[in-house]
């Protein structure tokens, strides 16, 4: 029987809820389509059009089949709030597989109520790990890959930390989705000038922040980042998750006049704003890897990093926001282009890949 025939009888329920997932899922659905039958959950983990309706727009996303407008809350209260819809979905679609990606909060509800009722859990960015507990992903990450029947690897590193754990069956080194995504929409985010236009800066000339983090949000650290920003004095532009912004206004911390605080962007406009960026200062994980795809220098607000890669080969640089603001300023302000850009994440077919086995891998 060809093998297109025997895939099409493939069904696929992916379950996604915010930003990252949006980013990752979608070259997965574009590999699949015309294979599988694909279902979406989408949990409303991201629910501000900002984070969530205009990544559908842009990335040409199947409409979700299930809306389960979980929100926010506390960890436990938002996860809970996923778990039955999730299960519901899996109990009606009796998918071959229920895909869950990286490490957030949508990415446990999944696998956990997949895998209880006993649907096979495929998770995309498998094995990667900070070795920190204190972060919510780092727990997220390590249940889901030890729920889950297959587990797809974007490194050689996550595949390691995933044997040093035991789990070895199901493991496969695809390469990182993320890149897929960069590949293909990068050239058309680049001729976006509208977004730089709109900050009204111009390529090279600025530094690009993204900040979310709870770590980094208490009255104490946004005093020193906005410390840190204000002796920089080059433009910095500052699209702002709506949590950042929140917590801006309620600890009382104000930005130097060369902070251009905007609203969090769409995957577009983001990519045009750090593709042209002299430097991009973060404390996401996805955006220390968009930086290096892009070639631009990275200093990441943080004590550790999943993508150690991007640190050993000089493009990355940890800079932990407890040691006040003069080693940020020296790192952002030193931030140079290293001589060599090795293709860490793969060659930009992961989601071929993993569409491959999971169209062809019986559960
Ligand atoms: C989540 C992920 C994080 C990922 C990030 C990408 C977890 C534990 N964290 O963090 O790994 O890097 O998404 O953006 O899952 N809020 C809004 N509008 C929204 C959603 C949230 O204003 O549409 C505000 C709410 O005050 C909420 C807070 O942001 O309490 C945090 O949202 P949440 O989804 O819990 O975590 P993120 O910080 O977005």
Not at 220 to 242: N, Q, S
Request: hydrophobic fraction near 45%.
């Amino acid at each position: 029987m060809p093998s297109t025939t025997f895939a099409v009888d493939v069904r696929i329920l992916s379950v996604v809820g915010n930003r990252p997932q949006f980013v990752k899922s979608a070259p997965v659905s574009v590999s699949l389509r015309g294979r599988a039958d694909e279902v979406v959950v989408h949990t409303g983990q991201h629910y501000d059009p900002e984070l969530s309706a205009v990544f559908f727009d842009e990335l040409g996303l199947e409409a979700p089949a299930y809306r389960l407008e979980a929100g926010s809350g506390s960890h436990a209260e938002q996860t809970a709030r996923m778990l039955p819809g999730i299960e519901r979905a899996v109990l009606e679609t009796r998918p071959d597989w229920v895909v869950v990606y990286g490490d957030t909060n949508s990415t446990l509800a999944g696998a956990l109520a997949g895998a209880k009722v006993g649907a096979a859990v495929a998770h995309v960015e498998a094995g990667l790990r900070s070795f920190d507990r204190s972060m919510p992903e780092e727990l997220n990450r390590i249940v889901v890959d030890h729920l889950s029947t297959l587990l797809f690897c974007p490194t050689g590193v996550a595949v390691e930390n995933l044997r040093r754990e035991g789990v070895e069956l199901g493991v496969h080194d695809v390469g990182d989705v993320m890149h897929d995504a960069n590949l293909k929409l990068a050239p058309i985010a680049r001729d976006r000038s509208g977004a730089l236009g709109a900050a009204g800066v111009t390529p090279g000339r600025y530094v690009l922040l993204t900040l979310h983090r709870p770590t980094n949000l208490g009255r104490e650290a946004l005093a020193t980042i906005a410390e840190a920003l204000r002796r920089l004095e080059e433009p910095v532009v500052f699209p702002a998750h709506p949590r950042t912004r929140a917590a801006l206004g309620r600890e009382g911390v104000a930005l130097a006049p060369n902070v251009r605080l905007l609203s969090a962007a769409g995957y577009l406009d983001f990519a045009a704003l750090a593709s042209q960026a002299r430097a991009i200062v973060t404390d996401s994980g996805g955006v220390q890897k968009e930086a290096y795809w892009y070639g631009v220098p990275c200093v990441t607000l943080r004590t550790t990093t999943e993508w150690v890669e991007t640190v050993e080969s000089g493009w990355n640089r940890l800079v932990p926001v407890e040691e006040a603001p003069d080693p940020i300023v020296a790192a952002v302000r030193d931030a140079v282009t290293p001589d060599h850009h090795p293709p860490l994440y793969g060659d930009g077919r992961a989601a071929e890949r993993i569409a491959e086995v999971l169209c062809t891998i019986a559960r």
